[in-house]
């Protein structure tokens, strides 16, 4: 036996059944993955397979990607390689409802053209005037389109999430409602204070955009049946009836995206003094939140000194920040959550702080949440606030960070078990809601976001911060399925060398304390120097022998601590390449050296096996 094995005719027996079993497993497990990656980066949800099963006619994807213009972009032709993996897993898990086409348009080609036509953006990759296309076209068969102009690298969480929306949107037969019901006059109005006619804000005509929208009366009993999402907007005063409509909508599985106020700025209110104006400029849904397990308390405004905005007071309109007017960066905001983890900076004014209920059936989650330095203070203040600077000089940060906005998940009770009067036959509890609520209405005014530019008629907006692609993002989110919605934020591809990017921060530490302590020293010094200064300009700047020598001092040690800092840079470097040396020597020697050790082992086991 063993010389047939060793024998030529022995090694070419074993190499055909090698390639017989390679042809017979490639025919039986065509379909078969295994995915090994620690977060299953090429596995897809079950939301995904859900959107997938219930398509009902074919759909087409059209994947544009330059790979011949990014040959030396190891990055983005590793998140190419991801995404085609990805979609293919679509088509596979779709029985053939999906047909996937990639196409790598050259210049100057149809294919070229085709993808301009469909509305993907080109990104030019140097100044010769190379573009680069990496995006996602679908078409459905009814001839509707929907696009991913590009695939951002620093979205890649929300991969799977992006390619699902495009396919589920157009699944759809027609565009989603929303269904809204506001306090103020976001459809435009009449301004009684100038006496002219407003027109409708900004948000509503980007909302109008993507969605067809019904506008609600302030005491309707029942939501339609085709409003997807409802949308609350400064909700003052709601009859019990509307209350019960909006409650009962929940119960049904609707979801809802609220926007409550302590003191609305841009609601006009009433002219009946101080209280009765803070009052009237406030909104709630007390009985709707308790249910929903949650609370807004009454008349609390979050200042925040960290987050304050510089606003311009006064006949010189000197900048003063305001610490009720709040600019939210990116920490602020959850980077794990569809609606916020793409945004840059959100603005808000007098926003009110939400809690949640102890014991409460639902999950609180907050999408924004104030700094470290802030605390709450009574919403009344502001009906007659002339100077923010006296918020500020009395502000009190308790060290506690703030919900702004938050998602409501879970099951939840009705707010009326018993129904109201006449309405008795209502559903009690729901399974699962999803409700964002929002602890502030002036977000949505134009001024607090946009520029609008007004040219021969039409309005071309500018805006300045994400406000309005939030509110874009929560509809979005909240209009699909619940399949759509479990699709959460995956794994990146790349993973990142932790280690060494701790040892950069820690060095980066050390520089900035290093940095700072010569940057004041060269404050003081220029403070000393302009002390010295004649207040005759014409006159030379003389020093005496004592405040010569205190200047060589100063000189010298601002070469010392210089030198310190290029020791502190260099010691980083010689940590990071440390790491690497040891990390080159496992891969170059010990890896072989293992393998080699693994052979004479496996040599010396055959030698003195016995015969």
């Known amino acids: 036996m063993k010389r047939v094995i060793y024998s030529g005719a022995g090694l070419l027996l074993i190499a055909l059944a090698f390639l017989v079993f390679n042809v017979v497993s490639g025919l039986l497990f065509t379909n078969a993955r295994l995915d090994l990656t620690e977060q299953k980066l090429y596995t897809i949800s079950e939301g995904t397979e859900s959107i997938l099963e219930e398509l009902k006619s074919p759909i087409e994807l059209q994947f544009f990607y330059s790979d011949g213009a990014v040959r030396d972009l190891v990055a983005l032709r590793n998140y190419a390689r991801r995404v085609e993996e990805l979609l293919r897993a679509y088509e596979r898990a779709a029985g053939g409802k999906l047909k996937l086409q990639v196409i790598d348009p050259q210049p100057f080609s149809e294919e070229e053209d085709r993808a301009a036509e469909l509305g993907l953006q080109a990104v030019p990759l140097d100044r010769g005037g190379d573009k680069v296309y990496f995006g996602l076209a679908g078409t459905n068969a009814e001839g509707h389109t929907q696009t991913i102009p590009f695939f951002p690298l620093d979205q890649e969480e929300f991969l799977e999430y992006e390619v699902s929306r495009l396919v589920q949107s157009l699944a759809a037969a027609q565009l989603p409602v929303v269904g809204v019901l506001s306090g103020l006059q976001i459809n435009g109005g009449f301004d009684m204070r100038t006496q002219q006619a407003t027109p409708?804000?900004?948000?509503?005509?980007?909302?109008?955009?993507?969605?067809?929208?019904?506008?609600?009366?302030?005491?309707?009993?029942?939501?339609?049946?085709?409003?997807?999402?409802?949308?609350?907007?400064?909700?003052?005063?709601?009859?019990?009836q509307t209350l019960y409509a909006v409650d009962q909508f929940v119960m049904r599985g609707g979801k809802v995206l609220v926007f409550v106020d302590p003191f609305s700025e841009a609601d006009p209110g009433s002219m009946m003094g101080p209280g009765g104006f803070a009052e009237e400029k406030a909104s709630e849904l007390e009985p709707l939140f308790k249910a929903w397990g949650l609370r807004m308390p009454a008349d609390q405004v979050v200042a925040d000194a960290s987050y304050a905005m510089s606003v311009g007071v006064g006949p010189e309109r000197r900048a003063v920040r305001h610490p009720g007017w709040l600019s939210l960066p990116q920490q602020a905001l959850d980077a794990d959550d569809v609606t916020t983890a793409s945004l840059e900076s959100l603005t808000l004014a007098t926003t009110g702080l939400?809690?949640?209920?102890?014991?409460?059936?639902?999950?609180?989650?907050?999408l924004m949440r104030s700094s470290g330095y802030a605390m709450p203070i009574e919403a009344e203040r502001f009906a007659t606030l002339q100077n923010p600077e006296e918020l500020l000089r009395g502000l009190e940060p308790t060290g506690e960070r703030y919900t702004l906005a938050a998602r409501i998940q879970g099951p939840a009770q009705s707010a009326y078990p018993n129904g109201i009067e006449g309405r008795k036959d209502g559903l009690k509890e729901s399974d699962s809601i999803n409700v964002i609520v929002v602890a502030d209405t002036d977000l949505l005014s134009d001024r607090m976001w946009v520029q609008v530019q007004d040219f021969f008629g039409q309005r071309f907006p500018q805006p300045w911060a994400d406000n309005g692609s939030f509110v874009i993002n929560a509809l979005d989110n909240l209009s699909g399925s619940d399949a759509l919605i479990s699709v959460r934020s995956r794994g990146r591809f790349a993973r990142p060398f932790v280690v060494v990017e701790e040892l950069q921060r820690q060095a980066e530490n050390r520089f900035r304390e290093t940095e700072e302590v010569l940057q004041r020293r060269l404050a003081e010094t220029e403070a000393q120097l302009a002390e010295l200064q004649s207040p005759d300009p014409e006159q030379a700047l003389e020093l005496t022998a004592e405040q010569q020598a205190a200047l060589q001092g100063y000189m010298q040690e601002k070469l010392r601590i210089r030198k310190e800092l290029r020791e502190v840079r260099y010691q980083l470097n010689a940590d990071i390449e440390g790491l690497g040396r040891t990390l080159k020597f496992l891969n170059i020697a010990l890896v072989p050296l293992l393998l080699t050790l693994g052979v004479l082992g496996l040599w010396f086991w055959r030698r003195r096996r016995p015969a």
Do not use: C, Y
């Open 200 to 240: 409708p804000w900004m948000v509503l005509e980007d909302i109008r955009q993507l969605f067809h929208i019904e506008s609600l009366k302030h005491d309707i009993d029942m939501i339609p049946t085709n409003v997807s999402v409802l949308m609350l907007v400064h909700p003052k005063q709601l009859p019990e």
């Open 354 to 366: 939400l809690e949640p209920l102890e014991g409460a059936s639902t999950r609180f989650t907050p």
